[in-house]
């Protein structure tokens, strides 16, 4: 519910400004992380992206949409969990 009044993005945003901010060192490390994983992953993650929209449109489900996964910056403020742990099961 809160998407749809768009409180999730300003949270969002708000905590990206935070975090770029309060921790300066901490934030620019965790851009420079999370652009390395989106250039190593990009291969796998749009080889399973064909893959599910294949599947789909033999389904009959051919205006599907199919959300990004990639990890917003903010969401690592507060977590101790690496990031590649995000693909982990596709792997």
């Keep these: 519910m809160a998407r749809r009044f768009g409180l999730e993005e300003i ?4 905590t990206e400004l935070c975090f770029r901010y309060l921790y300066p060192k901490r934030y620019e490390r965790t ?11 990009a291969p ?7 893959q599910i929209e294949e ?3 033999r389904c ?10 990639w990890t917003h910056p903010a969401s690592y403020i507060h977590s101790s969990e ?9 792997r």
């Design 11 to 14: 949270s969002q945003e708000h």
């Design 44 to 50: 796998s993650i749009q080889a399973m992206h064909r």
């Design 31 to 41: 851009l420079a992380h999370l652009q390395r994983l989106r250039e190593q992953q």
């Design 55 to 57: 599947i789909l449109q």
């Design 82 to 90: 690496e990031a590649e742990t995000v693909l982990e099961g596709y």
């Design 60 to 69: 009959g489900l051919e205006n599907t949409r199919i959300e990004e996964i």
